[in-house]
């Protein structure tokens, strides 16, 4: 089988190696240009990887560009794997492979279909999660289900840990669903519109922390936009502090002051009082450490 492969994200390196692995490498590539690597803050360069395996690689930062289509088409691919874009495949390009072209996507459609799914899913105290295979058609993230497997969000779950979780599945996956389709091309369920929710776009400045939460929800957003996302963030005495690890430090009533104010230097960091008068203390961050008492800010 021909495989074509999309993709420009850590999770799509680690499912373009299980397909070697597994003696099904792809014959073609498209990718993201270098230049446009900003676009992912888990962005992985896979034109290095494909040469070496053999595979003809096309760069481009719009995966509907005529040229890209066109590429495609001279191809001649079996099937088109998506792993790892931001963007929208439209008919042109999904009518392009024989045997049509397949989604991933990091949650348990028809739930959580969109953008930003794992930060949203640990900020939603979601408990369980899931990764699918799914056939890609007009509607977002929509297509029939070629493959799911759920698992649960741990209490402390992290972006960076249930990152990993997703690759793991991939890794798994990913050679099935291609054996699969093999077998039998009309493999796939459709979804449940009724359950489906949708997740919006996040970008950088959605990191801002809002102190006039409950502590245990600014923990659980410190976990969720981080590594590899850009991070949380707060601003003091005029700078930005990017809070990359926080835990719970005293029950309401210890200290006394102000929502958003450092109440304590420690051994490892500091202590910021939240909105329900529970304290936090941050023990990795980047940028100063902020004066005691002074006050931290949304951006």
């Given at each position: 089988?021909?495989?074509?492969?999309?993709?420009?994200?850590?999770?799509?390196?680690?499912?373009?190696?299980?397909?070697?692995?597994?003696?099904?490498?792809?014959?073609?590539?498209?990718?993201?240009?270098?230049?446009?690597?900003?676009?992912?803050?888990?962005?992985?360069?896979?034109?290095?990887?494909?040469?070496?395996?053999?595979?003809?690689?096309?760069?481009?930062?719009?995966?509907?560009?005529?040229?890209?289509?066109?590429?495609?088409?001279?191809?001649?691919?079996?099937?088109?794997?998506?792993?790892?874009?931001?963007?929208?495949?439209?008919?042109?390009?999904?009518?392009?492979?024989?045997?049509?072209?397949?989604?991933?996507?990091?949650?348990?459609?028809?739930?959580?279909r969109g953008r930003a799914v794992i930060p949203w899913?640990?900020?939603?105290?979601?408990?369980?999660?899931?990764?699918?295979?799914?056939?890609?058609?007009?509607?977002?993230?929509?297509?029939?289900?070629?493959?799911?497997?759920?698992?649960?969000?741990?209490?402390?779950?992290?972006?960076?840990?249930?990152?990993?979780?997703?690759?793991?599945?991939?890794?798994?996956?990913?050679?099935?669903?291609?054996?699969?389709?093999?077998?039998?091309?009309?493999?796939?369920?459709?979804?449940?519109?009724?359950?489906?929710?949708?997740?919006?776009?996040?970008?950088?400045?959605?990191?801002?922390?809002?102190?006039t939460q409950p502590a245990e929800t600014i923990l659980?957003?410190?976990?969720?936009?981080?590594?590899?996302?850009?991070?949380?963030?707060?601003?003091?005495?005029?700078?930005?502090?990017?809070?990359?690890?926080?835990?719970?430090?005293?029950?309401?009533?210890?200290?006394?002051?102000?929502?958003?104010?450092?109440?304590?230097?420690?051994?490892?960091?500091?202590?910021?009082?939240?909105?329900?008068?529970?304290?936090?203390?941050?023990?990795?961050?980047?940028?100063?450490?902020?004066?005691?008492?002074?006050?931290?800010?949304?951006?």
């Open positions: 089988m021909r495989i074509a492969f999309v993709g420009a994200v850590e999770g799509s390196r680690v499912a373009f190696d299980a397909l070697v692995e597994a003696g099904m490498t792809p014959s073609l590539l498209v990718t993201l240009a270098a230049d446009a690597s900003t676009r992912h803050s888990d962005f992985v360069d896979l034109s290095g990887p494909a040469h070496a395996a053999g595979v003809s690689v096309h760069l481009t930062k719009n995966i509907n560009a005529p040229d890209t289509v066109a590429w495609l088409e001279q191809g001649r691919p079996d099937l088109t794997l998506v792993i790892g874009w931001s963007q929208i495949c439209r008919t042109e390009f999904r009518s392009v492979a024989r045997l049509g072209s397949v989604g991933f996507h990091p949650a348990p459609l028809p739930r959580f899913t640990i900020i939603a105290n979601e408990k369980e999660t899931g990764s699918t295979f799914f056939r890609l058609d007009e509607g977002v993230d929509s297509g029939p289900v070629i493959l799911q497997k759920l698992f649960a969000v741990a209490q402390d779950e992290t972006a960076r840990s249930l990152y990993e979780k997703h690759k793991q599945a991939l890794r798994e996956m990913t050679p099935l669903v291609v054996s699969a389709i093999a077998r039998d091309n009309s493999v796939g369920v459709a979804q449940d519109d009724s359950l489906a929710s949708y997740c919006a776009k996040r970008s950088a400045d959605d990191g801002s922390i809002g102190w659980r957003f410190v976990r969720a936009v981080g590594d590899p996302y850009p991070g949380a963030f707060t601003v003091g005495e005029g700078s930005k502090i990017v809070v990359d690890k926080a835990r719970m430090f005293a029950e309401r009533g210890r200290y006394i002051g102000l929502t958003g104010q450092v109440q304590a230097h420690t051994d490892s960091g500091f202590a910021v009082l939240c909105g329900d008068g529970a304290t936090i203390e941050v023990t990795s961050w980047r940028g100063a450490r902020p004066k005691i008492h002074a006050k931290l800010v949304s951006a």
